[in-house]
């Protein structure tokens, strides 16, 4: 019966299976990532866990960066930063802003801007495996421009990321800002 639907819709939707989109209708939603804080895998590791395929499309690079305050966290003498969309078996997932720094990892450049992991990059070319990631997380909702890329609505609420990662001296190796829509990820804390 239709009430029996609707009840049965309004279920999937509060398990967050289901979307209501005004205009669009009701949306089959992907299955949410799993993701613990204490965790050090980043991205790709994550959902190649998930038997998922991770990928990383450039959408901007900024070889000459004037960010003071993030060189300064970095102890970087020259930045560069990538603005990368972050996806999910190909749909997007997180916009990621990222910086690190150009000397350091020079070797590590060219690989992330053909779309690479940095924390594969990193490994492979720098012998370097993150060690310590400290997470400061909002929740907001996303600008216009971000709710373009991502494909979501002014109404979908955004988990807001700040994450810089170390390696086992506690020396600074990358931050990124990163933006993902919340229906998308689950954030498990582990002590």
């Known amino acids: 019966s239709r009430i029996t639907l609707r009840r049965a819709i309004s279920e999937l939707c509060a398990e967050g299976r289901l979307q209501r989109q005004q205009g669009r209708g009701t949306l089959v939603l992907a299955r949410k990532v799993q993701q613990t804080l204490v965790s050090l895998s980043g991205f790709s590791e994550t959902l ?3 038997g998922r395929r991770a990928g990383h499309r450039i959408l901007a690079r900024d070889d ?3 960010a003071p305050d ?6 970087a003498a020259s930045l560069i930063r990538f603005d990368r969309l972050l996806e999910d078996d190909g749909r997007p997932m997180t916009l990621e802003a990222l910086w690190f720094d150009a000397v350091r990892f020079a070797p ?3 690989r992330v801007s053909t779309g690479a992991s940095f924390f594969a990059a990193l490994r492979e070319l720098s012998g370097i495996v993150p060690a310590h990631a400290e997470r400061q997380i909002d929740v907001g909702f996303a600008t216009a421009t971000e709710r373009a890329v991502l494909g979501i609505s002014a109404a979908e609420p955004v988990y807001r990321i700040e994450k810089i990662v170390s390696d086992m001296a506690g020396q600074p190796l990358a931050l990124s800002h990163l ?9 498990t804390v582990k002590t």
């Open 48 to 50: 190649e866990g998930l």
């Open 179 to 187: 933006v993902t829509p919340g229906n998308l990820v689950t954030y």
């Open 64 to 66: 000459t960066v004037v």
């Open 108 to 110: 590590v450049i060219e």
């Open 70 to 75: 993030i060189a300064a966290r970095l102890n």
